[in-house]
């Protein structure tokens, strides 16, 4: 791994490093916020994978949520990937549409060409992206959750769903719940993984739910009233609903008059991490 | 005033709004955050101008310095405007340079052609948007104080000191203290004032501190160590030795490690802004 750029915050480290990535077959940059050694020691620490939304990378939660701080306080590590492969030789439509492709991996392995060989982001997030931390940051393996917004808060549901001894804790902002029902989640699920809709399953966190039962972990969400796409493709009420059926603990907070923005997130940013600390304890 | 955006953030509102300016010729954006009004009623409410450096819009304090969540609990209003004037009608440097035309007005009224028309950023934030401020929000003109960083840091501390009355309270991140000494203001203040170093002083805050005297503000500055403009563009020793002769209080913190990044000051963001509350209070 190269490192990319460090800076001190709040007596942590931000930093942002480059490697190859084999699951996707390109170079791929991650944030990785570390807290304050003095305070915490060497570690290993508790660490959460967090993982973006639609036409992000790994440089807007970073900049933006203002998680660093109370990370620093409770002395947990944070790692914050890209939201697809990258680079010139990595296929895209034509022309490029924000809610496809770069930009939007929706944190599948995709099985239909020309997505199949590259867009794997599941399979980086799950197996490669936890080992290449563990060999070079000082994570605490036992003690490792996942969150994210909107198109990564639906990565942070099916991930901790298919796998939640791997990533024990799991909440989300404003994410997309029912993938298989609404027009971000249809599109992309048609085009990385074809028409057949019981191919879709493994990625919509409200038929896991339902499918394979509840996880152990008490999963957190949080939901803006005013958010722009509430209604037509986040439908948090119906993982709630699922969620119910299959005794899955949720608390679902409705945020009155928040919108889909980093806004709403740093204002809720400090609870999330303290509902992660809490369960990793 | 024309608004451009709103977003709940903590409780209270971040707000974007267009106007057209008359110091400057030109349209100009500026940020507002105002706190929470079930908690701070509905004003007048301490305000504070935030000046950004080079390159920078109204836009990335807003999103990077993590202001809000301080200001909502103290109940304070923030506003952060533009850097320069804006548009394709304003003149700049051919090709573009980062640190002289649109992006780095560097707060001061310019004497000479082609910048005098327009690059008139010392009127702009003294007079003009204090008036529009007060016209449309619920500002106290009574508790104003202004910071800002780099760039911006030298416009708080050249206004401030100019303005003891109107801008009370006053700190500054790594800011530009001399810049009559160092190639930013060396190349700004030439190109926006002509050669003669005499009508610089009033745009130099060790010459101002120096020829005016002290301001009964209690001046704070946080600097990193870690700056890589910090030897050659920044300086702040010379400011302290001017501050000291001229009985001027300032409290000069060096931070250990730290760079010229967002991530700085998001870190002793809280300080800064408890430290005006109070000397407004």
């Known amino acids: 791994m190269e490192r ?40 290993p ?3 959460l994978y967090w993982l973006s939304g639609l036409t992000c ?21 944070i790692v914050a990937p890209d939201t697809s492969p990258r680079g010139d030789d990595v296929p895209d439509l034509e022309p490029k549409t924000y809610d496809f492709g770069k ?70 902002f404003a994410p997309i719940v029912a993938p298989s029902l609404v027009p971000w989640g249809r599109k992309a699920l048609s085009n990385y993984l074809g028409p057949d809709e019981k191919d879709w ?9 339902a499918d394979r039962g509840a996880s152990k972990a008490h999963i957190l969400i949080d939901q803006g009233t005013g958010d722009q796409f509430l209604a037509e493709q986040l439908l948090p009420e119906i993982f709630a609903a699922a969620a119910q059926k299959a005794g899955q603990k ?17 204002s809720f940013i400090d609870d999330h991490l303290r509902w992660h600390q809490k369960a990793l304890a």
């Open 201 to 209: 399953a493994p990625y919509d966190a409200t038929r896991l739910v």
């Open 103 to 172: 930009g939007a991996g929706f944190y599948l392995d995709a099985t239909q060409a020309p997505w199949a060989r590259q867009y794997r982001m599941y399979s980086y997030i799950v197996d490669e992206l936890p080992k290449l931390v563990a060999e070079n940051f000082p994570a605490d393996a036992a003690r490792t959750g996942i969150f994210g917004h909107s198109m990564g808060g639906h990565g942070a549901l099916t991930i901790h769903l298919k796998n939640p001894d791997k990533f024990r804790s799991c909440s989300a």
């Open 250 to 266: 949720l608390t679902l907070n409705m945020r009155d008059g928040y919108d889909h923005s980093y806004f709403f997130m740093a």
């Open 45 to 47: 620490y508790p660490t």
């Open 4 to 43: 990319i750029s460090s800076s001190r915050c709040f007596g942590g480290e931000q930093m942002v490093w480059k490697h190859q990535s084999r699951a996707l077959s390109c170079d791929m940059r991650v944030a990785v916020f570390t807290p304050p050694r003095e305070k915490h020691g060497a570690g």
């Open 57 to 77: 990378t790994e440089d807007n939660f970073t900049v933006k949520a203002g998680a660093q701080r109370v990370a620093a306080e409770l002395g947990m590590m």
